[in-house]
């Protein structure tokens, strides 16, 4: 996909529907000839962003209830015991609608013992000048409610400065096998409680300084990204039913990541989809220049 703005920048988009319909590039050419990357593009381990569906992040051991019944998913990333991202970045996508400006992917999913509701997700990715509109559909096939769960995984092109803003209500302190164990919080005298996590994200936390690997809740459904040596900005806006935020910043990586998600990691975020029925969750990234304006 590609599409070009009034300054002369011309915006592209790669998507790799064999490789669980992600993102493979997600990129500006300037009308001097610089190129930059927004996201990291895809290596042999990552792609650049990939769909989270029908679940989030990790289920503890692959067990979880559901409306008062026991059920087990088996793990999909060996040898890890936690089946994690859903899924959806593990599969082939079909692609049923294609343009310059925008590409309809979608996957059939058969219930089966681990996990026993059928269902069609749908993801649709639209480039209009410097805007990327991504949106997943999850539609219910069984005569039962289905638990879901969904969220994009972008990861975010890293340089020596840059920095991400967004407004949450805490943090929390993750155990060692990567779940939320208790919210963050500060025993300064004289505090409120809140932990300096919360400032600085809503400030603007540069990357470099905190290798993090969070969730948080009570985002506010927007998010910054700026790189100070590009003069360039992205800022993130997701659907109202995508409200924690994960936050990965490893620092051995050339990414980091600022994951929108529908709900805490574990089926402790599960939404609902009754039967024959639908549910959506929508990303926009807006590409913006050294003042904030869209580029």
Not at 71 to 94: E, F, T
Not at 106 to 117: C, H, K, L, T
Request: glycine letters at 8%; aromatic letters at 12%; a neutral charge.
């Amino acid at each position: 996909m590609h599409s070009s703005t009034g300054s002369g920048a011309l915006h592209y988009v790669e998507i790799a529907p064999h490789r669980g319909a992600a993102v493979s590039a997600f990129y500006t050419r300037f009308a001097d000839g610089v190129q930059r990357h927004w996201l990291h593009p895809a290596d042999n381990r990552f792609p650049a962003c990939f769909p989270v569906v029908p679940w989030c992040s990790r289920l503890r051991n692959g067990r979880f209830q559901f409306k008062g019944r026991d059920y087990r998913v088996a793990a999909n990333q060996p040898p890890g015991v936690h089946p994690i991202h859903g899924h959806g970045w593990l599969r082939r996508w079909q692609v049923r609608q294609q343009q310059p400006h925008g590409v309809l992917l979608e996957y059939v999913y058969a219930g089966d013992r681990s996990w026993p509701w059928d269902y069609v997700a749908e993801l649709a990715y639209e480039l209009s000048g410097a805007v990327l509109q991504v949106q997943i559909r999850v539609h219910n096939l069984t005569d039962e409610a289905m638990p879901a769960g969904a969220g994009l995984h972008p990861f975010f092109s890293r340089t020596g400065s840059t920095r991400v803003s967004a407004q949450i209500d805490h943090a929390w302190r993750m155990d060692k096998a990567g779940f939320p164990a208790a919210p963050l919080r500060s025993a300064a005298p004289g505090s409120d409680g809140s932990h300096p996590l919360e400032r600085q994200l809503a400030d603007g936390l540069r990357v470099a300084d905190k290798a993090l690997d969070t969730v948080c809740s009570g985002w506010r459904g927007a998010a910054e990204i700026y790189w100070p040596e590009w003069h360039r900005g992205l800022r993130m806006e997701a659907s109202s039913n995508l409200r924690e935020l994960v936050l990965w910043t490893p620092s051995q990586y050339a990414y980091f990541c600022v994951e929108p998600l529908s709900g805490l990691v574990d089926s402790a975020g599960f939404l609902t989809i009754g039967p024959d029925e639908t549910m959506e969750f929508t990303v926009q990234f807006t590409l913006l220049n050294a003042n904030g304006e869209i580029e």
